[in-house]
């Protein structure tokens, strides 16, 4: 008898492979799923308390008072009709007012309803409406105990 030494893979050493594969993504696509949505409300909340609270500041400190609900958060790149002559803007980097990572603006209130000294700056967050998961320059669990 000849027997020819043939290379390759055995059905078993496949279907192996195969579920081998399959058990790895199976651990691994739940630690990812939901992990697009948690940027989305870490950029939001970058932009709320870091990047938009920043230049209102700046704002504030130049023109001795945060832009009113009015004027919103244009008056961070362009100079409102009513500014002082202190106006040093444009507050913002790119000179443009970014939306929120689901695409809407951001609500800007000055004087603010939780903030009353300053200003409310808030997204809706994923669902467009008022709810818990709204992205929030106050403290929420401050509110709800009173």
């Known amino acids: 008898m000849n027997y020819q030494n043939k290379s390759g893979f055995t059905l078993i050493e496949i279907m192996l492979v195969v579920i081998i594969l399959g058990v790895l993504v199976a651990m691994i696509v739940p630690n990812l799923a939901g992990r697009g949505e948690q940027a989305r409300l870490a950029a939001a909340k970058a932009d709320i308390e870091s990047n938009l609270s920043t230049a209102l500041d700046l704002y504030e400190v ?9 004027q ?14 202190s106006w040093n803007g444009a507050y913002l980097k790119r000179k443009k007012i970014p939306k929120d ?3 809407r603006d951001y609500i800007y209130l ?13 997204s809706y967050g994923q669902d467009g409406v008022e709810s818990n998961d709204d992205i929030v320059n106050w403290d929420k669990e401050k509110i709800n105990t009173q």
């Open 72 to 85: 919103g958060l244009m008056a961070l790149i362009e100079k409102p009709s009513s500014a002082s002559d």
């Open 110 to 122: 000055s004087p603010g309803v939780h903030n009353i000294e300053e200003y409310d700056l808030f």
């Open 101 to 103: 990572p689901w695409g």
């Open 62 to 70: 130049d023109n001795g008072r945060y832009p009113t609900t009015d």
